[in-house]
């Protein structure tokens, strides 16, 4: 299947610190959405996006939906020790009524 | 509250044994699916549903199946024949598949020995 390319795979950061990560693809997208996995648990939706140049923030979380169509990157200000967990990054390929494209997450860990 | 429930959240089998996992959902979304998470290898698509009585294969459906008889209920059943069954089993639905996020429920563990 399609594959976005999603980095970092993890991050070590100490609190306060501010985080980014980015997925990148070869194939155009018309949406890109970032969840957030705690352990044991689901994956819940942080922020979508549906316009290319879009920013959009969620409290500490910035997400931007990359002009090209392409890419998206995803901010977090100020980092706290909730922040730890594992974040994906999701797309809809502009062709064809397919599922998302799923990014295989970058896992951080905040130190006190 | 409207949500997604998967259950149980952990379960056992003995190899060469089939198991169903749950899911149902309350949110009247047409478009159901199944990932299967390892460590390291994110989110990979087993099957979806758009509809009732329809559903298509993902990346990894194979030792897999589902059936779609009512637009709340989901079930994936293990088969024998999949090599590899030990993994976190995520169920989502959206209200459609096409520019729709993805409501997850909480996931079952299944440990096959």
């Known amino acids: 299947g399609q594959q976005l390319n999603q980095s970092p795979q993890s991050m070590f950061i100490q609190e306060g610190e501010d985080v980014s990560m980015n997925c990148t693809s070869s194939?155009?997208?018309?949406?890109w959405l970032w969840y957030k996995q705690d352990p044991g648990e689901g994956p819940v939706l942080l922020i979508a996006?549906?316009?290319?140049?879009e920013l959009t923030s969620n409290g500490r979380l910035t997400a931007q939906f990359g002009i090209t169509r392409k890419d998206s990157f995803l901010n977090i200000s100020a980092s706290i020790p909730s922040d730890v967990g594992i974040y994906f990054c999701?797309?809809?390929?502009?062709?064809?009524?397919?599922?998302?494209?799923f990014g295989k997450g970058t896992r951080l860990s905040v130190i006190a | 509250d409207g949500g997604i429930t998967q259950s149980p959240k952990y379960l056992f089998r003995k190899e060469g044994q089939n198991v169903t996992l749950s899911c149902e959902q309350n949110?009247?979304?047409?478009?159901m699916y199944w990932y299967r998470q390892d460590p390291g290898q994110g989110l990979r698509l087993i099957y979806y549903?758009?509809?009732?009585?329809?559903?298509q294969k993902g990346d990894i459906a194979e030792g897999y199946s589902v059936s779609r008889e009512k637009k709340e209920s989901f079930p994936l059943t293990v088969t024998s024949a999949q090599k590899n069954p030990t993994a976190f089993y995520l169920c989502?639905?959206?209200?459609?598949?096409?520019?729709?996020?993805?409501?997850f429920g909480n996931g079952t563990r299944l440990t096959v020995t």
């Open positions: 989502a639905s959206s209200p459609r598949v096409k520019n729709s996020p993805l409501h």
């Open positions: 194939s155009i997208f018309n949406t």
């Open positions: 996006l549906y316009k290319a140049g």
């Open positions: 999701a797309g809809q390929l502009l062709s064809g009524n397919t599922p998302l494209v």
């Open positions: 949110l009247n979304h047409d478009a």
């Open positions: 549903s758009q509809i009732v009585n329809d559903f």
